[in-house]
Structure formats: structure tokens, C-alpha cells
């Protein structure tokens, strides 16, 4: 592999360049663009998103804190929409193919670094009213850093990292005119599934995220240098 590659790469359209999330009901029906996948996306995904709709702000803005929680903390996704089922008194199992839609959408914009811009516009195209697509894009304004860094101490604190890759560019065309200009880093790394099995996972991120990562990763070693350093334990004698 080629470890730690530096290239300035000039592209009209980078998030093509590696595969997007693709669950079982996203497949290439029909092409549309899209900042949150590179997949078309079927008419049952359409459903489910336009489902959030008949939410009012307020819960709207739970629904989106549950899947938040979900992704950055680990906090269980299941007994949250149960609590939220029940404080708004509605069907919990009603919102499983929702609530399964709208983490494909937070995993996939933090997977090719969608700003609020394009992650409003992708709402919008999925047929969420302006109101609705606004208070989503606020939410992800708010929380994409911190998903971001989570994904990434996640994905390496469960699997070992045998080897990486990094790219980094800037764009210069492309449909959104709110990433013409913008710095990005493409990174490849390939995880020990144990078995002798390894996976391949692709994330890209603005330079505002790669640096946050680092400063949360630095704080980490921190911590662990400091729990092991001499002294810090106490020892009988």
C-alpha cells in the first residue's frame, strides 16, 4: 500500500472517488446526485425520510438528538426511539424504518463530510419541507465534528489498523458552490476483522474535522499516558 500518500488532487466532483454506504434498500434504481451517497436512492427511502414531515420542531429536534447520542456516545438507538415513542405518545415500531433512514443519512454525510449547505439540499431533494430541512442542517452544523471524531475512535478502537492511506485536494468545480474551494483529506484505512479477514473502510473530511480528530485523539493519549505513567498507581509493599 501506499503508506501516507500526499497528493494536492484538483477533481470536479471528489465524493465519487470512493463507495458511500449502501444498505439493502439503496440501489442503482435511478440516478440522482447526492451529497450523502454516490447511490441512487429507491422510492421506499424517499418515503421514510418525508415521513419526518409530521414531526413538530420539537420532535424533530429529540428524533435528531437520539441518533446523535447514538453515533457519538454509543447510547442505545432502540431504547431511545422507545423513549421518544413514548414521551410524544406514537408508535414506536412505526418509526423503525425512519429512524433506520435517518442514521443512514448521519452516517453517510459524515462519511463524505457534508456541509449543512449540502446536507439541507439533500433533505430538500429527498422531499422534507425548507422548515424541517433547516432545523436538520442546524443539528448537523452543531454535531458533525464531534460524529466525525466518534466514527473514527470507534472504527480504530474496535478493529487493529494494519495500514492507511491519505490524499488530500482541493476542490475545484463542482454542483455544490459551497465546496468549490474547499480543502479536503480522503482516508483509506484497512482494519484487522480478526481470522485473517480485514475491511476496507473510506472517510473524508475538511481540514476543521481532521484537525479536531487529532486534538480529541491527542487528548486520549494523553489520558493514557498519564494512567500508566510511574507513580500513578500505587503499589503494596
Known amino acids: 500500500a501506499d503508506l501516507g500518500r500526499h497528493t494536492h488532487t484538483h477533481t470536479n466532483d471528489h465524493s465519487h472517488q470512493y463507495p458511500s454506504l449502501a444498505p439493502p434498500y439503496i440501489h442503482l434504481s435511478f440516478m440522482m446526485s447526492f451529497s450523502f451517497t454516490t447511490h441512487a436512492v429507491e422510492d421506499a427511502f424517499y418515503t421514510s425520510v418525508q415521513n419526518m414531515n409530521a414531526f413538530t420542531p420539537e420532535q424533530l429536534t429529540h428524533f435528531a ?8 456516545d ?3 438507538l432502540g431504547s431511545a426511539l422507545a ?3 413514548r414521551q410524544h405518545r406514537l408508535s414506536a415500531a412505526a418509526l423503525q424504518t425512519t429512524a433506520r433512514a435517518f442514521l443512514v443519512l448521519l452516517q453517510g454525510a459524515v462519511r463524505h ?8 439540499a439533500d433533505l430538500r431533494q429527498l422531499g422534507l ?5 433547516t432545523l436538520l442542517a442546524n443539528c448537523w452544523r452543531d454535531a458533525h465534528d464531534s460524529l466525525t471524531s466518534a466514527t473514527l475512535q470507534q472504527t480504530l478502537s474496535v478493529n487493529q489498523l494494519l495500514d492507511f492511506e491519505w490524499r ?3 476542490t475545484s468545480a463542482s454542483d455544490d458552490l459551497q465546496k468549490v474551494g474547499r480543502s ?11 481470522d485473517g479477514n480485514t475491511k476496507t473502510v473510506h472517510m473524508e473530511l475538511t ?6 480528530f487529532v486534538h480529541e485523539m491527542e487528548k486520549a493519549h494523553s489520558s493514557m499516558a498519564a494512567l500508566v505513567a510511574p507513580g500513578s498507581t500505587s503499589s503494596s509493599s
Do not use: M, N, W
Open 129 to 133: 419541507s425548507e422548515d424541517r430541512a
Open 83 to 85: 423513549g421518544f415513542a
Open 168 to 170: 488530500f485536494g482541493v
Open 113 to 120: 463530510a457534508c456541509t449543512p449547505e449540502s446536507f439541507a
Open 184 to 194: 479536503f483529506l480522503q482516508l483509506k484505512l484497512v482494519l484487522d476483522k480478526g
Open 65 to 72: 438528538e437520539c441518533h446523535v447520542a447514538h453515533i457519538r
Open 207 to 212: 481540514l476543521a474535522q481532521f484537525y479536531s
Open 74 to 76: 454509543g447510547a442505545d
